[in-house]
């Protein structure tokens, strides 16, 4: 199962690598990481691959949320579905 | 992968622009439910319908968590308990509406519909039992929703039925006065019902359904009005464009959400609605989308062209978007549920009249309209009659959902609170329908319902 987890926030030091860590440490795989800063904002996409996850998908969303709530950043994490769906035929 | 722009602008819809799946509806049939012994009817029902929808509102959860789109109403539509009860001996059917109460109590859902009956040609003895017991019904449980359709492009329209709603409707208002006739709110007149339809109050799950279904309902005027704000000024074929372009993602994700839900729950698909829903939400307006378009306030003159505009594009992006289109499909214009509308209602733009005439060119009908508490009933009833003919001859879905509010008058504003919002109390015109509606019989289908 293909996940899309969305980071955006004021850039600092260390948000790849403490998003990265959480992940893995749940054993999510990534599997492509695009990012830039848009408007000063840190923006980072990842696909990630969840079928391994040691966590429920809904408690790894309110992880990533209140990860993100602690460090200023809007995290969230969704199946790649939706994206899919909405925007190719 | 999909692009960084894409995923954000997915985010931002529904983050900002309220983008949001409005229902996940399941129709049950109850017709297996029948029996003598009210009792022992209502314990069918109430055990059928636990069961069918155990884990209804767990999966919408679920799924509203992965793909972090809100699943704002999860909801059960049921068969028009009129036929359910035929063979009921007891008269007052209200204890089945108490046993579709405690159901949706137990599964959680928001609002169960279906304490209905369909009339469009005459009454059964069931369906007047069950028009007699619906002013009961809806005063004595909160979740229970009631529809009646009075008229058909094929049958025409039953007048009787009509007068009798008009005094149902007064009845209602009177056993809930203080709640400011929250049960008018739950009550809907039809002409032209559809089976499938996913939205309350007016859900029913038609006799031609099958034994469970899916049907889901998407919503996002929101994100309609966000994409017509670079629109300024552009030609209407060029708005229609990116109303379509909207409505085509919204529904995309409509179709996703209820395949996903079919599958989690062994029941079959069974429609995508493409109505248009707003909410009392600040930016969740249809009426703000008209706005858009250029009317410094909604109701005032070209209302109705752009009402007319929006609706066809809604319909002409939703179409490819999903498998299998049903329910009402169109544009939604519920007063006291739309911060636009109950804006224009106030300042006096927005009349009965100019809704009536909008009426015509979306779904559904004069919806959530408050009206001064000592309305007639006739009144209301000839209200219905305009509605109705405006379904029967255009052979499409209309409805009335009009509360009387016990002891309001115009300038006065009545609060449901939630989804149903808040109505300012709108005037009507004062001239009396009475004779008109005192004639009763049927008034014949028109000539173009002979197709064969």
């Known amino acids: ?89 | 992968m999909i692009n960084t722009g894409e995923i954000l602008q997915t985010i931002e819809m529904i983050s900002q622009q309220h983008l949001d799946v409005r229902t996940i509806t399941m129709g049950i049939s109850l017709r297996d439910c029948a029996h003598p012994d009210i009792k022992a009817c209502c314990d069918k029902i109430y055990d059928k319908i636990c069961r069918y929808a155990e884990n209804l509102v767990k999966t919408g959860e679920d799924i509203e968590s992965e793909f972090g789109i809100p699943i704002v109403n999860k909801r059960i539509s049921v068969t028009p308990i009129a036929i359910v009860a035929e063979s009921c001996e007891a008269e007052d059917l209200a204890p089945i509406a108490l046993a579709l109460d405690r159901a949706a109590r137990n599964v959680g859902v928001n609002f169960i519909g279906g304490f209905s009956a369909l009339v469009h040609k005459g009454f059964t003895k069931g369906d007047l039992k069950l028009i007699n017991s619906i002013p009961e019904a809806l005063a004595a449980t909160e979740k229970v929703c009631s529809s009646v359709n009075v008229g058909t492009t094929k049958a025409g329209i039953n007048m009787d039925a009509v007068a009798m709603m008009g005094r149902t409707i007064k009845k209602c208002a009177e056993l809930t006065a203080d709640s400011g006739g929250m049960a008018c709110a739950k009550f809907v007149v039809f002409a032209n019902a559809v089976e499938d339809n996913p939205f309350m109050a007016g859900a029913f799950h038609g006799v031609g359904e099958p034994e469970c279904v899916i049907n889901v309902g998407v919503s996002g005027p929101g994100v309609v009005n966000h994409a017509l704000q670079s629109m300024k000024g552009k030609p209407f074929d060029e708005v229609a464009e990116t109303i379509k372009k909207t409505a085509f993602r919204i529904t995309r994700m409509g179709q996703l959400v209820a395949q996903e839900a079919s599958n989690r729950l062994g029941v079959p698909f069974g429609i995508v609605d493409l109505s248009l829903a707003p909410t009392p939400a600040i930016g969740d307006s249809v009426a703000d989308i008209l706005e858009a378009m250029g009317l410094e306030t909604v109701g005032t003159h070209g209302t109705t062209a752009a009402l007319a505009m929006l609706n066809d594009a809604v319909k002409k992006g939703g179409i490819m978007a999903s498998s299998r289109v049903g329910g009402l499909s169109g544009a939604f214009i519920p007063v006291s549920e739309d911060a636009g509308m109950i804006a224009a209602a106030e300042k006096g733009t927005l009349t009965i009249d100019k809704l009536e005439a909008m009426t015509c060119v979306c779904s559904v009908g004069l919806d959530m309209i408050a009206v001064p508490g000592d309305t007639p009933a006739d009144t209301l009833a000839a209200i219905i009659a305009d509605e109705a003919a405006i379904g029967m001859i255009n052979n499409k879905t209309t409805a009335v959902r009009i509360i009387p509010a016990p002891g309001k008058t115009v300038g006065d504003k009545v609060d449901f609170g939630g989804l149903l919002g808040s109505a300012p109390i709108m005037p009507v015109h004062s001239e009396s329908s009475a004779e008109f509606i005192a004639r009763g019989g049927h008034i014949p289908a028109p000539i173009h319902s002979l197709r064969n």
Request: proline fraction near 0%; aromatic fraction near 4%.
């Open chain 1, 1 to 89: 199962m293909r996940a899309i987890v969305s980071v955006v926030g004021k850039d600092r030091v260390g948000i790849i690598s403490s998003v990265c860590g959480m992940l893995s440490d749940k054993g999510i795989n990534i599997l492509d990481i695009s990012q830039t800063i848009l408007q000063e904002y840190f923006t980072m996409i990842m696909l990630v691959d969840i079928s391994k996850s040691s966590v429920q998908f809904s408690d790894l969303v309110k992880e990533l949320e209140q990860m993100g709530t602690a460090q200023g950043l809007d995290i969230h994490m969704q199946r790649a579905e939706i994206f899919e769906a909405m925007h190719r035929i």
